[in-house]
């Protein structure tokens, strides 16, 4: 007899990963009892194909950095290993395939992303094959209840919320402060930091 595992799933661009990412993370590992969280990097991510991204390699490197010292975070090449856009659906299909039932998945995003779940691709199916967890800043709800009712019983069923620490972080802003030579000390994990500033991130 298996064990079901309980595995997060953090997806992202990740461009570059942040405190915001890890401190999420971690809430929800705690709240919802998670074994793990797989961090995902998309490779190609379909809602940023008019936008520049820093190429994949960089950004796994700089997310595996920053999830090393935590001995529940893991990051997966998933996406990188697929030609195409990375849509969320594929993902969750391979990974139900790999732990042969043996794990229930909780998809983690922020409550702005979860406005767009009606148009993401094949949402149905992905709500039958994994649970979503919302984390919102306090007093920031009415958009998840209007997604939630959207999908009916299902929604109730597979869709969550979670008040999370209020942090004003966001990759677009580190990128800018790079790129005006302002620091992201305390934004970023220090090995983040190193690497970007190594690799000549973000400065062009």
Request: net charge neutral; proline share 6%; hydrophobic share 40%.
């Amino acid at each position: 007899m298996h064990t079901t595992q309980k595995i997060g799933i953090m997806g992202g661009t990740f461009d570059p990963i942040h405190i915001g990412h890890l401190v999420t993370a971690d809430a929800v590992r705690i709240e919802y009892r998670l074994d793990k969280v797989l961090f995902i990097p998309a490779a190609n991510p379909p809602h940023k194909q008019d936008s520049q991204v820093t190429p994949a390699l960089h950004r796994y490197i700089m997310t595996a950095m920053a999830t090393y010292s935590n001995p529940h975070f893991f990051v997966s090449a998933i996406e990188m290993e697929r030609p195409g856009p990375s849509y969320t659906i594929d993902t969750v299909r391979i990974l139900h395939e790999r732990y042969a039932e043996r794990a229930k998945f909780y998809f983690i995003t922020g409550a702005d992303a979860v406005g767009d779940l009606p148009t993401w691709n094949n949402i149905d199916e992905l709500l039958d094959l994994c649970d979503f967890v919302a984390t919102t800043r306090p007093g920031c709800v009415s958009a998840i209840d209007d997604v939630i009712r959207h999908f009916g019983p299902k929604g109730a069923a597979r869709i969550h919320r979670l008040t999370t620490p209020e942090l004003e972080i966001s990759s677009t802003d580190i990128r800018d402060r790079v790129k005006k030579g302002r620091s992201i000390k305390y934004i970023v994990p220090e090995s983040v930091e190193s690497y970007i500033l190594k690799e000549g991130l973000y400065i062009g």
